[in-house]
């Protein structure tokens, strides 16, 4: 395999030179480091580290929950180009409350040569919570993009791990014409391995309105609660009924995650909206459940 | 392969077999329900997405490895295989109609047959090491009975896909003949999906088939039902 491919289906793609900057190159890797700990004042960013496309302005305090701490990443350029390479390392300490999103939706440009790979390190300490809820991914068309997000807990740990995917600029009458992507999540507790997900698309290999796949539907988007041990089949049926009697025509529906791990919830819909509205009223149902607080609105605007 | 082991292999892929394949519908109860599935062509169609999504990206290359670990004496790593397709297989549902009738094979087979490989398994799954997966029980299963990985994983699809005709049939009207010419008619797709899942690790394992994993998790709060997945 190439060294720099993620994935066997991405080995073609690594080894295509990039016209414009090569790969790795300045604005080409970006890095993000969040650190979050417990301070006698609640939650506090400890450490923040951004270079291009990331940038951080600084910490909100709108959370609904007292010792909660807000950042919303920024990008100063236009979205995800060929060639990118992103990193994101997002730590959140013993005890602490860390809430994290994207100001707006990636977008992840057209492209012709090489592909635009994002790794997403999350980690939680015991007793922390994370909220790691970006902003939809939007693929525009041509798009070959590979996500890999790892989360890992300690003891008593938990997290709200979402991920929302549009398939092109639906406005605009783009649907599935990006070429690939793909994007795996694997989850980690005390005691190894919890459970994996992937997401691949590759529309012109396989169709992806096919039954049971898409369907009729365009937006695809999945919350995971992850809270070991903190009876799940309860959790479960608590989030379906958010979700299902949330102001939406999306469907969606939770199950049980393997190895007590916690809840994963899906929903398909025809808009990112629609998606969303299911995805938060679970978010907002699984907070209260697990720290006694509502989510943050949707609404940065 | 020896004349011993064909017979083992038209053994297992029989619906004859006792495995509890009634009790399963891996959510085509809730597709009927729903009316997104009522006749032969919606069946077919929604088949091939179970075997290009599902059984060929998760349950074949997780077979294949444990028949390559039965083969060299493995279980330590027939029981990660096991684990690891567990944590992929994320709807509650499928699990247990897996683990179920991976176990009820498992205890079959020991009744039949003296094998210490199975035994050592099956003291694993007792201990909780492994979760007896159908794919990975007919994977050792097949791997000792001189069962070829390829043959293995066409008489898996073909296992699969009778099931859920089977289920199809108390679900749907769907005629004797109407079943067997999906069956014939899928032959391609459980050929593809057996070439697919050849050369992968168990790493690689992704099923993917969302709006299936949301059908079934209507299921699993369904009113009535005659199915447990």
Known sequence: ?301 | MTADATLEAFRLADSFLPVGTYTASYGLEQFVQEGRVSDATDLEALLSTYLERQVGPADLIALRAAHATTREGDVDAACRVDRRLTAVTLAAEFRKSAEQSGERLLSLQRDLREASFLNQYAERVADGDAPSNYAVVLGVVTGLADVDERSACLLCCHGFVTGLLGAAQRLLSLGHTDAQRILDDLRPKMIAAVDASAGRTPDDMMPFAPLIDVITANHERADRRLFMS
């Open chain 1, 1 to 301: 395999m190439a060294a720099d491919a993620p994935h066997p289906t991405f080995e073609g793609y690594a080894a295509e030179p990039v016209p414009q900057a090569a790969v790795g190159s300045p604005g080409k890797d970006g890095v993000l480091e969040l650190t979050f700990a417990a301070t006698s004042r609640g939650t506090r960013l400890v450490h923040d580290y951004a270079t291009v496309p990331f940038h951080v302005s600084g910490t909100l305090a709108h959370d609904p929950h007292p010792n909660a701490e807000t950042v919303f990443v920024q990008s100063p350029t236009g979205g995800v180009a060929q060639g990118d390479r992103l990193d994101v390392t997002v730590r959140v300490d013993s005890d602490a409350v860390a809430h994290v999103s994207t100001q707006s939706s990636t977008k992840v440009q057209t492209m012709q040569r090489n592909y635009a790979g994002a790794r997403t390190a999350l980690s939680v300490g015991s007793g922390g919570h994370l909220d790691y809820v970006p902003e939809p991914t939007i693929l525009h068309e041509g798009a070959r993009y590979c996500q890999e997000l790892t989360l890992e807990l300690a003891a008593d740990a938990t997290a709200v791990v979402a991920d929302v995917v549009v398939p092109g600029r639906l406005a605009r009458g783009e649907r599935f014409d990006f070429e690939r992507y793909l994007s795996r999540v694997h989850t980690k507790g005390p005691d190894g391995s919890l459970f994996e997900d992937a997401t691949h698309l590759a529309p012109a290999e396989s169709d992806p309105t096919a039954p049971g796949v898409f369907g009729e539907f365009a937006v695809y988007g999945t919350t995971f609660v992850v809270a070991p041990g903190r009876n799940a089949a309860a959790l479960s049926d608590t989030l379906h009924e958010a979700a299902s009697d949330a102001d939406s025509d999306a469907r969606a529906g939770a199950t049980e995650l393997p190895n007590d791990a916690g809840v994963a919830v899906r929903a398909l819909g025809d808009c990112a909206n629609a998606v969303q509205t299911v995805l938060h009223a679970a978010w907002d149902c699984a907070r209260r459940e697990l720290l006694d607080a509502p989510a943050p609105v949707g609404r940065k605007y």
